[in-house]
């Protein structure tokens, strides 16, 4: 187990930046999700760590050792690969056992601990099958035991659920995720899916264009999202366009095209007729005909344009001034206006983000 | 109604069976017939002709050498190709396509070109023994002609081409990232290719070790040119019967005992394999 430190990582290829400047600090133990679309830079900073790509600039520390130029096999850190890699020619046993034979590892132990670790995920007597007999999910569960048998001070992990069906994957999600826990390995996981990196990480560090746009929590990146492309990338969100003008009463005040706005002002410092997007998730917004609109409150009035249902809750699309196009959830029990009525749609200024704009 | 696509493929191939099947049974049927010398056969039908073959140590060691030299080209071929064909394979620069495309060409030259190359190479005012008796590494010109070691050479200009090139697809069917998690497991290089690489591409390097095997069993050219006369594999004899002493039944029972031959060491070769653990699992 140990820390891994990104310090300003760089990898170019020729002219363009696949990873352009990445500074990471993760903890002892910790689960830290790479999140964003392909193309990136998620999956070449991961095979940066694992040693199979040379950085162009900055260094990998793991724990206390410099490893930027250490090949792969000297750094000690294990990675389940996203088609698995498992060795066809090779048994179960063999495949779990392949890293402690490197290890010179008596028979004995190799045995002992290839049941151990069977055990461990769910596979008993699965010993002698070959790769191409198991299941996909079951494929999976042997990269892991492999990955582990040894235990690594880092688990790098390559969107290893990407070719599993949506249920086995969830299973598989809250198997890898309590394993990481038992174990305490620290992780480093890529994907793309964002309910996935939400589900099982400590921390998630939203990457575009080669950058890491935020680091936080899964609650933090939600709820604060710091750019309008990590807060478009987690979930889904209604941008409103506009000038910060003004701020009074612990809120910024922003002209937009549906009337003025106000944010709650958290954390972010914005000086004068600035630029800047509001941003407000679906479920916060709330379709009201009564007026008790007091100043802890957004308000908007528009038609219903488009509503779905979608078992749990409703869509709505409301049209108001300006040309905008306000996303609505209700929860399915609530009442639910004809297309074209008039609504109000309201929502608190503390759920409110101000971003700047791009 | 289905397409009766299947139809057009009868034509070529009764045409392609009647010329060899045709002609071979007829040479073949010769070899069952006493031999009279100066292309008459008998007409009473006989094993004699395979019984002298048998009996006759010429005959035999002519049948060792081919088999030796053939086996001895498969061995040169194999370390050289195999590792040029992995690297080939695993190459990401752009002059890997214009590599292989190099190789490919210059296996499609033909070997009476390339033999002469290296007989003017290999000749006593050449280019290579000049070089060598001015280096004082030899004071005698070293030369090809007629030595075992120079039709070696001679067939492996002509096999490692096609072996670099059946290779080189083989290794492509593996996976990078199994090379990878081998080398994460801790293996170095060398234990990540006799661990992962060899044993996955087993069946191919069987497959293309046959293949150059066969090449060798039946090629002509190249013991012939630079054998110069005294080495005498199998083809070079059966073509001197044949040609040089109009001896018909016994270059028949010559080229069939080569083919019988050929085909049992293939035989053997393939069963041998698919007792291979590994090389089952992989082809499953």
Not at chain 1, 165 to 183: N, P
């Amino acid at each position: 187990m140990a820390t891994v430190r990104l310090d300003a990582l760089e990898k170019r290829y020729d002219t363009t930046a696949a990873v352009a400047g990445v500074t990471l600090d993760i903890a002892d133990g910790e689960f830290l999700t790479l999140l964003g679309p392909s193309g990136c830079g998620k999956t070449t900073t991961l095979r940066m760590i694992a040693g199979f790509i040379a950085p162009s600039a900055g260094r990998v520390w793991i724990g206390a050792n410099d490893v930027t130029t250490q090949p792969p096999q000297h750094r000690d850190v294990n990675m389940v690969f996203q088609d698995y890699a498992l060795f066809p020619h090779l048994t179960v046993a063999e495949n779990i056992a392949f890293g402690l034979v490197e290890r010179r590892a008596p028979r004995a132990e190799r045995a002992r601990r290839v049941a151990e670790l069977l055990e461990l995920v769910r596979l008993p007597g699965h010993e002698a099958r070959y790769p191409s007999e198991l299941s996909g999910g079951q494929q999976q569960r042997v990269a892991f035991a492999r990955a582990i048998a040894h235990p690594p001070r880092v688990l790098l992990m390559d969107e290893p659920l990407g070719a599993l069906d949506l249920k086995l994957r969830e299973a598989m999600q809250e198997e890898l995720r309590r394993l990481q826990r038992q174990l305490g390995i620290t992780t480093v996981y890529v994907t793309h899916d964002q309910v996935e990196a939400m589900r099982m990480s400590d921390r998630i560090a939203v990457m575009n264009q080669g950058r890491v746009e935020q680091l936080g929590t899964p609650e933090a990146i939600y709820e604060r999202p710091a750019t309008e492309f990590a807060a478009g990338f987690v979930g889904s969100i209604n941008f409103l366009k506009g000038r910060c003008v003004g701020h009074e009463d612990g809120c910024y005040i922003v002209e937009t095209a549906a009337g003025r706005l106000r944010a709650d002002t958290g954390a972010a410092r914005i000086a004068g007729a600035t630029p800047v997007t509001l941003a407000v998730r679906p479920e916060h917004l709330r379709l009201d005909t009564a007026a008790g609109a007091d100043g802890r409150e957004n308000r908007v009035d528009g038609q219903v344009a488009a509503s779905s249902f979608l078992g749990n809750l409703v869509q709505l699309v409301v049209r108001a001034a300006g040309d905008l196009e306000l996303r609505v959830e209700l929860r399915a029990g609530d009442r639910r206006p004809p297309d074209g009525a008039t609504v109000s749609v309201s929502w608190p200024t503390a759920k409110t983000v101000l971003l700047p704009s791009r | 109604m289905t397409a009766r696509w299947h139809l057009l493929m009868w034509p070529p191939l009764l045409l392609s069976l009647a010329l060899l099947v045709g002609s071979q049974s007829i040479f073949l049927r010769g070899s069952f017939f006493a031999d009279l010398r100066v292309g008459r056969l008998g007409s009473e039908l006989t094993l004699q002709n395979y019984w002298r073959v048998a009996s006759d140590g010429f005959y035999l060691s002519a049948l060792w050498l081919t088999v030796r030299l053939s086996a001895l080209v498969v061995v040169f071929t194999f370390v050289l190709g195999y590792p040029t064909a992995y690297i080939l394979a695993r190459m990401r620069s752009v002059w890997a396509p214009l590599l292989l495309a190099l190789l490919v060409a210059t296996s499609f030259v033909t070997i009476v070109i390339k033999v002469l190359g290296l007989v003017i190479l290999f000749s006593p005012g050449g280019l290579l023994n000049v070089s060598l008796l001015w280096l004082g590494l030899t004071d005698q010109p070293v030369s090809l002609r007629g030595t075992e070691f120079g039709v070696v050479v001679g067939l492996m200009y002509f096999t490692i081409g096609f072996f670099v090139l059946l290779l080189y697809g083989v290794v492509r069917t593996i996976p990078r990232s199994l090379e990878q998690a081998a080398q994460l497991l801790g293996a170095p290089r060398w234990r990540v290719f006799w661990r992962v690489v060899v044993p996955l591409s087993l069946p191919g390097i069987i497959t293309s070790a046959l293949v150059v095997f066969n090449l060798c069993m039946g090629a002509f050219t190249s013991a012939a040119l630079i054998g110069a006369g005294r080495i005498l594999t199998l083809p070079v004899l059966i073509q001197r019967t044949v040609m040089l002493d109009a001896r018909y039944a016994m270059g028949a029972t010559l080229a069939a005992v080569l083919l019988l031959c050929g085909l049992a060491i293939n035989l053997i070769s393939i069963l041998a394999v698919g007792r291979l653990k590994a090389a089952r699992r992989v082809v499953a």
